[in-house]
């Protein structure tokens, strides 16, 4: 089935539980083929899906309010959160460390603001460019870049509150 | 420029998403601006995690079948219509033409298959199994050694293709020889900050790339890339002659293709 791996990962990062990330999925696909003649040549099939999804986040499920609460918080320059996490896989114990990460991630982004999780999600979750971006989100390229940057900016504040946890954890 | 302008250019040179006027700028600034030197840089580290993090999520087996089980989604039932003995004669030998079509062209298409296809995806196991240890290297004290190594190993038949990947801080570190169908493929294995690199060369053609990969042409360089993914590995290939060069990785493939279209 095409790009089900992608639109999967796409709305597991939008929605709170696995289960409705399936069901959004699910009602993806419905859409997509009861409405295929909308399909104009040319356009890239998975930003096509990926819209049909946005959309049906943004009507059912962002209106159910079943996602998240955010807090705001402020950017802290000049720290890279890299320093304290362990890099390669060497070993069982990497392994955990590795998919803590893996979730702390995944939580964080779950965590952001709307505005900046949304071209997160599309760009670093989903791989698709700023101007598929745009479309999916009908809003200008400029506006995707410039959310993507504070965006990323706000999650590496988040990771490093994970990061000084751990590492004080450890002392 | 200032560096509140250059913020949303370096998050765009970290997607690749810049054109070259915007490129040049940026790096121009980045060269002279350690602070936004170490933004692209946090940044570059950022998205490789989310990448890494995100990797291993595929959709469960269970969606896959709710999903081609949707009542919603079944094709729609075909009319059918009272037609004359001719017409079902007629679509008869049709359908007995195309069968005796396929049953003449299957062995064809699957020697064309299994000739084409593995080498390109063997490719990305092999990625897989070298990340999980489950391959045995050659290492080098140098990049130099190590082609040299490769070199030898298939008696100098052809030499590996090298990159330099040292700006996203990547190094060769190891090499091995493959064996793929009776073709010999040289792996040189780049690795470093969050990402492992392999790059495969053999002699082949454009048609060992997948039937189903994107093509791109550079029109500078006269060359088609091509990609495609397998089991979350990204990969692009290109030709250089009679030799083929695949890059493989977990990085986004819009990163792979700036990899291969500016360091060949």
Redesign the interface.
């Known amino acids: 089935?095409l790009h089900?791996?992608h639109?999967?990962?796409v709305a597991?990062?939008l929605v709170k539980e696995?289960d409705q990330a399936?069901d959004l999925?699910?009602e993806t696909?419905?859409r997509a083929?009861?409405s295929y003649e909308q399909f104009a040549t040319g356009t890239h099939l998975k930003a096509w899906l990926a819209k049909i999804l946005h959309n049906l986040f943004f009507d059912h499920y962002r209106e159910a309010k079943r996602w998240l609460s955010v807090e705001e918080n402020k950017v802290d320059?000049?720290w890279?959160?890299?320093e304290n996490?362990p890099?390669e896989?060497r070993g069982p114990e990497s392994d955990i460390l590795?998919k803590e990460?893996?979730n702390k991630?995944?939580d964080a982004?779950k965590k952001l603001p709307e505005e900046f999780r949304m071209p997160?999600i599309l760009?670093?979750?989903g791989?698709f460019?700023?101007a598929e971006a745009a479309e999916i989100l009908s809003c200008p390229l400029?506006t995707v870049?410039?959310r993507?940057?504070r965006g990323?900016q706000l999650?590496?504040e988040r990771?490093k509150d994970y990061a000084e946890a751990k590492s004080k954890q450890r002392k | 420029m200032k560096c509140e302008e250059a913020g949303e250019l370096v998050t765009a040179l970290v997607d690749n998403q810049l054109s070259a006027l915007e490129r040049a700028a940026i790096e121009a600034h980045l060269k002279n601006c350690s602070s936004c030197e170490l933004v692209y840089r946090q940044q570059l580290a950022l998205k490789s995690e989310i990448r890494r993090a995100v990797a291993d999520l595929k959709a469960p087996v269970t969606l896959r079948k709710k999903i081609l089980n949707d009542r919603r989604i079944r094709p729609r039932q075909p009319v059918v219509e009272n037609r004359p003995a001719w017409r079902v004669i007629f679509s008869l030998r049709s359908a007995l033409a195309v069968a005796l079509l396929v049953v003449l062209a299957l062995p064809v298409l699957y020697v064309m298959k299994t000739d084409r296809e593995p080498v390109s995806v063997s490719a990305l196991e092999i990625h897989q199994r070298i990340v999980r240890g489950e391959v045995s290297v050659i290492k080098a004290g140098s990049a130099e050694e190590l082609k040299d190594s490769l070199y030898r190993s298939v008696a100098g038949s052809f030499a590996p293709m090298t990159y330099d990947l040292s700006k996203i801080h990547l190094k060769p570190v190891a090499g091995t020889v493959q064996e793929v169908n009776g073709r010999k493929l040289l792996v040189t294995i780049y690795a470093g900050a969050g990402a492992t690199v392999t790059c495969y060369t053999f002699l082949g053609m454009e048609a060992d790339a997948p039937p189903t990969a994107d093509r791109f042409y550079d029109t500078n360089k006269k060359i088609n890339f091509y990609a495609y993914s397998h089991d979350g590995i990204n990969a692009v290939m290109h030709r250089e002659g009679n030799l083929i060069c695949i890059l493989a990785s977990t990085m986004p493939t819009s990163e792979l293709l700036a990899l291969a279209r500016f360091t060949t």
């Open positions: 089935m089900l791996d639109l999967y990962r597991f990062h696995p399936q999925v699910q696909y419905t083929l009861s320059e000049g890279d959160y890299r996490i890099r896989n590795n990460l893996s991630i995944t982004i997160i760009v670093d979750v791989d460019s700023y400029g870049r410039s993507l940057f990323r999650l590496r990771l």
